[in-house]
């Protein structure tokens, strides 16, 4: 557990992997509602009432050390973002490493696949850093992917 809760916000934490990601964080305490922002696309969800929401995915990247893409491939081309410099870990299925790099335009990128065992913490999660990952940024991906099942860098 970290010495105090990360800053983190999850793209897409409306949806039913980046509302796995939130509980899980949230029940591990890695991070708190207070420092936990949530994006959706159309309305307001129901499941944590007390959370940080929004619909301004750059408010959401502006207010977090930490940020989780959690949305549908057919919606990655559109999601503009200026991370500059932050941590990001996608978890789209489909663009490579490269392709995610330079969309937005970070060095520090991690692609992650867990499976559908995240819903109920059983997750086996592969995944893969850039280069310019330092090992902070590695204790920290493996902190979060552990809150739901096992990690595992490749």
């Given at each position: 557990m970290?010495?105090?809760?990360l800053k983190i916000g999850i793209i897409g934490g409306a949806g039913?992997?980046?509302g796995s990601f939130a509980r899980a964080l949230l029940d591990?305490?890695?991070?708190?509602?207070?420092?936990?922002?949530?994006?959706?696309r159309t309305a307001r969800p129901e499941i944590l009432p007390k959370a940080n929401w929004t619909t301004d995915n750059q408010a959401l990247v502006d207010d977090s050390d930490i940020i989780i893409v959690s949305?549908?491939?057919?919606?990655f081309p559109t999601l503009r973002i200026r991370?500059?410099?932050?941590?990001?870990?996608s978890v789209l299925a489909g663009p490579n490493l490269q392709t995610l790099k330079t969309?937005?335009?970070?060095?520090?990128?991690?692609?992650a696949m867990p499976n559908a065992g995240a819903e109920i913490g059983r997750s086996y999660?592969?995944?893969?850093?850039?280069?310019?990952i330092h090992e902070a940024d590695r204790t920290a991906v493996?902190?979060?992917?552990q809150t739901f099942g096992i990690e595992d860098e490749v």
């Open positions: 970290p010495a105090a809760p039913w992997l980046g591990s305490r890695i991070t708190n509602l207070e420092n936990l922002t949530l994006s959706y949305v549908r491939p057919a919606d991370i500059q410099g932050k941590l990001i870990i969309h937005f335009g970070t060095n520090r990128m991690i692609r999660t592969p995944w893969i850093a850039t280069s310019d493996r902190q979060i992917l």
